[in-house]
């Protein structure tokens, strides 16, 4: 009578602590959700930035390469040798 008295209250002392574990979650949830679309916002704003950095230097990069002048390939050997 004694063992099961314990498992039992230790059962009991277990769904407590798991029940009052969900109902803080539960409370807690919605703030973080709320709280994460503003940083969300913001990150995707600032990948849009890199974005089209990055597109600005490759144009940039493409642009000054079809400007150089060629290499000269009337030599034996090939460019730059």
């Known amino acids: 009578m004694d063992a099961s008295l314990i498992i039992l209250s230790a059962f009991a002392v277990f769904f407590v602590v798991s029940v009052a574990v969900l109902v803080v979650l539960w409370i807690a949830l919605p703030f973080s959700v709320f709280g ?3 940083l969300i916002k913001k990150t995707i704003e600032e990948q849009e ?3 089209k950095l990055l597109s600005s230097i ?3 990069g493409l642009s000054a390469k ?3 002048s060629p290499e000269r390939t009337d030599r ?3 460019p730059g040798l």
Do not use: F, H, I
């Open 36 to 38: 994460m679309k503003d």
């Open 49 to 51: 930035k890199t974005n």
């Open 76 to 78: 034996p050997g090939g």
């Open 66 to 68: 079809k400007t150089e």
């Open 58 to 60: 490759l144009e940039a």
